[in-house]
């Protein structure tokens, strides 16, 4: 069935998974203590900060709550909480220009290309819906934004839960079916796949150097780059 929305993953599908754990992980890692300390206050960082604090134990110093994200950072855990801090220091590094965020060469063209077709595209990240906006407003291709129609995070459930892809094809409002999810992660696409989603792997050298093929693909549409997805 030809898909009418295209709803793609970013780390390790758009763009390299080195980028985020070699600029973006660091980044907020080393900014998060001072960060905190100049923005605590405000309301939409507090929310955050005490959500961290409540999940190790209650009343805590801010101190702390930095030290624990920090350590979250370095395993890579997929807390809301996290990200979306992570985000907003993100939006700043983007401003000033630290960084660029990575597109792989072939993506920006193919996705101007399908929403020129009329495809509806979406995203859906593990990454906050701000940050996953930085990535799009900033990227090595350019401000790509406008070329995404809708933005998901871990606030609609976790990527490899099924319920997680059908909420998401409720808010989409079209069948499930009709929606193809594209993802690095075969987990991820299990889960996809049992919500009803057609499914397709991102299996990228860069990120992948050993190909995974076979049974590895749990028998999920697997490609190279974005110029090797037939619809």
Known sequence: M????????????????????????????????AFIAEHGREPG?????DAVAAEIGGACQDS????????????DRKHTALK???????????????????FYPEVAAVLQRWHAQGLSLHVYSSGSVPAQKQ???????????????GWFDTEVGGKREADSYRRIVQT???PAPEILFLSDVVEELDAARE????????????????PRTGEATHAHTRVESFEQITL
């Open 84 to 102: 979306a801090l992570q985000g907003m220091i993100w939006d700043a590094g983007y401003k000033r220009g630290d960084y660029t965020a990575h």
């Open 172 to 174: 989409i409002g079209v």
């Open 2 to 33: 030809q898909p009418r929305v295209i709803l793609t993953d970013i780390e390790g599908t758009t763009s390299s998974i080195s980028f985020v754990k070699n600029v973006l992980f660091p980044y907020a890692r080393k900014a998060l203590p």
């Open 135 to 149: 990535f799009f407003g900033y990227s090595t291709a350019g401000d790509l934004t406008a070329l995404v129609s």
């Open 195 to 210: 919500a009803g989603l057609q499914t397709c792997l991102l299996d990228r050298r860069d990120d992948y150097p050993q």
């Open 64 to 75: 702390l709550v930095a030290e624990t994200l920090q350590g979250w950072i370095d395993q």
């Open 45 to 49: 960082v507090r929310r955050w900060l």
